[in-house]
């Protein structure tokens, strides 16, 4: 009989998001060697498994406590998402609990270690979440297509690529694509008036994970604008669909492209990323620059790389 692993997520397929998808894809990597369940709480009635791996320090960690108390020590990893690095974990008692009762702690990106007391960065793993390489679609020559995915939240800043198209010049044939579903009625709001004038915009809602990938490969760039990230599934989307990105200079950012990667702008600056989306239409010699960077940073995402990370952390563990 194999080994159980059960994976803690929050996020569930209804959901759509990063976490989800990482969940998902972690339960499919470990399906080789151990019997997995993915669920969005676990408690003591449940069956016991050999391995937690819950993502999400505060909204897990009931989930968590229950697990210590059928086993006190061994066996519970935590894998830390944005707002854990960037929020929860420096304010929130119960998320600060989850970092001291865990074995390890996953890290999307290097950057994020440095959010962590140095006592726990002895427990901490580093490990790039992955996607299948994708060759590059067929784009447009009448115009420069952007896109920019993710739900529309605060943590996300969709309106710095949105607003930055109005600072666009007439003459420019940048056209953005949004896609991801408006989880509140501000910004469902808010980006209904910005469509009834602005043309280069068109909004798609929420699509599956395989039809966003398809819009990704056949765009010419891909923007990331948010204010924190605990390591972005698009980037990884992008640049194994030999698609460039450009993206707020933030933590977890950096620490996906690297410190010295040529597309980033200050978090929040619609000049700045108004800037960049001109150049990178304008300029061959830039968008060569980005997507030889992008292309620098493609093994750090391959399949069987986050797969043996994955598998080695469980073994650790069990």
């Known amino acids: 009989m194999k080994p159980s ?58 989930s968590m406590v229950q697990f ?64 299948t390489t994708l060759t590059a679609g067929a784009r447009s020559l009448r115009h420069f297509n952007i896109v920019q995915v993710g739900h529309l939240r605060v943590e996300k800043d969709p309106f710095t690529p949105i607003t930055a198209l109005r600072k666009l010049p007439a003459s420019s044939k940048v056209r953005l694509t949004q896609i991801g579903t408006a989880l509140d009625a501000h910004h469902a709001d808010t980006l209904a008036v910005v469509l009834q004038h602005e043309q280069r915009l068109r909004w798609l809602g929420g699509l599956s994970r395989a039809q966003t990938r398809q819009h990704i490969k056949r765009a010419h760039l891909l923007v990331i604008a948010s204010k924190m990230e605990g390591g972005a599934n698009v980037i990884v989307e992008a640049i194994t669909a030999g698609t460039p990105v450009i993206a707020s200079h933030i933590s977890g950012n950096i620490g996906m492209l690297g410190e010295d990667y040529p597309g980033f702008f200050p978090f929040g600056d619609t000049q700045a990323c108004a800037a960049l989306m001109h150049r990178a239409e304008t300029d061959p010699r830039f968008m060569t620059q980005l997507t030889v960077a992008c292309f620098d940073r493609a093994k750090l995402f391959a399949p069987e790389r986050e797969a043996a990370a994955i598998r080695v952390s469980v073994q650790q563990i069990i």
């Open 5 to 62: 692993v059960v994976i803690v997520s929050p996020a569930n397929a209804k959901a759509n998001n990063g976490n989800w998808h990482t969940a998902a894809r972690w339960a499919r990597f470990l399906s080789r060697d151990y019997a997995v369940n993915v669920v969005q709480q676990w408690t003591v009635k449940d069956p016991s498994p050999d391995v937690m791996l819950a993502l999400h320090a505060r909204r897990s960690a009931e």
């Open 68 to 131: 210590r108390k059928v086993r006190a020590t061994g066996g519970l990893i935590l894998a830390l998402t944005g707002t854990d690095v960037y929020g929860d974990i420096h304010t929130d008692e119960a998320a600060q609990r989850s970092l001291e009762i865990a074995d390890q702690l996953i890290l999307l990106q290097p950057n994020a270690m440095l959010e962590l007391p140095q006592a726990l960065r002895r427990k901490c793993a580093t490990l790039f979440q992955s996607a």
